[in-house]
């Protein structure tokens, strides 16, 4: 899977942060759902127009921003 199908960044919403297919909800949003201790299962039920694939989709965004930042930081 990748999350470029998924993840969509545009610069009049929601002041340009990454969000879930065109959606108002953001990558950080569901970040900061899973770091609060909501499991997939509750995220889905509070939010049904999320699927599974859509929360795989923020964590692997996150990973390879997280890679992308390393390797930057890294090669000064």
């Known amino acids: 899977m990748s999350y470029r199908h ?15 297919r065109r959606m108002r909800i953001t990558v950080y949003d569901v970040l900061g759902w899973l770091a609060a ?3 997939h299962a509750e995220i889905l039920d509070d939010f049904p127009e ?25 090669n000064t």
């Open 6 to 20: 998924i993840i969509t960044i545009e610069p009049d919403k929601r002041g340009g942060k990454p969000c879930i």
């Open 37 to 39: 201790g909501m499991s």
């Open 50 to 74: 999320l699927t599974e694939e859509d929360i795989r989709a923020s964590l692997e965004f996150a990973a390879d921003r997280e890679h992308r930042l390393t390797a930057i930081v890294g």
